[in-house]
């Protein structure tokens, strides 16, 4: 048996429709493309991430959308002048090669995302970030903002990939 069509690029708009009207929860998927040495060569943030919203959505139900692979890494760990992790000086890697951007575009960008799920309709938004360590707790601050500004009905949930997966 086929998997059900989640994901939105996969949707006509009446396919999309009848899916949300089905079944209303959006899930987001949210990380960074970042070198993570020889071992893995970008990362698997935002992978890891959308892999899990859309196994949710297929057993569950609701509707994907297209990832968010643009994070916040404030901190300039990717350089070569010793102030890094350690081991980037020897890999050689002069600049920041993450796929970030400043936390204040991140923000409203989210905020962004949760307002739009709400003026589509659906009744809950469920954001999966596969870079933790932090960021979850500052999503979850955005999304009581967004409620707590906007007196929204729309539920949020905000986890890292850790967090949805049971041990």
Request: aromatic share 10%; proline share 7%.
């Amino acid at each position: 048996m086929a998997e059900p069509k989640v994901r939105w690029e996969e949707l006509l708009p009446h396919e999309f429709v009848a899916a949300r009207d089905a079944c209303p929860v959006a899930y987001m998927a949210y990380g960074l493309t970042e070198p993570h040495g020889p071992y893995n060569a970008i990362g698997l943030d935002w992978l890891k991430a959308q892999a899990l919203v859309v196994r949710a959505a297929q057993a569950h139900g609701g509707l994907v959308a297209p990832p968010c692979a643009w994070h916040i890494q404030e901190i300039p760990e990717f350089h070569d002048d010793g102030q890094g992790h350690g081991w980037l000086p020897q890999v050689g890697v002069k600049q920041n090669l993450a796929s970030a951007i400043p936390s204040d575009l991140f923000y409203r960008l989210m905020l962004y995302h949760l307002r739009a799920m709400d003026a589509r309709g659906f009744h809950a938004a469920i954001l999966v970030t596969g870079h933790y360590g932090g960021i979850e707790k500052v999503m979850r601050k955005l999304a009581e903002f967004y409620l707590r500004q906007t007196g929204s009905p729309i539920q949020v949930a905000t986890l890292a990939d850790n967090e949805v997966i049971a041990p």
